[in-house]
């Protein structure tokens, strides 16, 4: 039997509060991600992926610390090989206080390919609210409603295979633009 500081607790834990659409979600995510970061450092994906959807649940809610928390963690457990979302999260760290500087870190990305595994649409789903959401701080309304648009046709493109709390989330933070 695990304990409940075992690292599959605390991620059995963080993976249910991430998969139910729940308004305590987000509290119910914290205290594992925090666990997992401070008991068990090693497990850099798990806490990378698990600061990585405490911070979009924290803007979806608007709780700045707990997204500037997240992200600083989520920066600091992943890998350099998730590159994408590292970036993700940098622009994410910066749409307040930098936007100009959050939308050209992600205008650096790579075209989408039309065969692109489901992953990579995800994260392109995320780097354009992300981007819609600096244009938001810019004042650019015409590059915002080229990014809702943009989001709205990713988010229904991968919506049969994703989880239906996670897309709801993101669908939050569209609908406060």
Not at 110 to 126: H, R, T
Not at 142 to 151: F, G, P, S
């Amino acid at each position: 039997m695990l304990g409940a500081q075992h690292p599959l607790t605390l991620e059995a834990q963080s993976l249910k509060a991430i998969l139910i659409d729940s308004p305590r979600a987000r509290e119910q995510l914290k205290t594992p991600c925090f666990e997992l970061r401070e008991l068990h450092p090693d497990h850099r994906d798990q806490i990378g992926e698990c600061m990585y959807e405490l911070a979009w649940l924290a803007v979806a809610d608007d709780d700045h610390p707990t997204r500037a928390a997240a992200i600083a963690a989520g920066l600091a457990a992943y890998p350099v090989d998730e590159q994408e979302r590292r970036d993700v999260l940098a622009a994410l760290d910066q749409v307040d206080t930098a936007p100009d500087r959050a939308r050209a870190l992600l205008a650096r990305r790579k075209p989408l390919a039309s065969d692109a595994p489901f992953w990579i649409v995800v994260v392109e789903l995320e780097a354009t609210i992300v981007t819609a959401l600096a244009n938001h701080a810019l004042h650019d309304r015409a590059a915002m409603d080229h990014d809702l648009v943009r989001a709205r046709s990713l988010l229904a493109k991968v919506a049969p295979a994703y989880s239906p709390a996670i897309l709801h989330r993101r669908q939050r933070v569209l609908d406060k633009l």
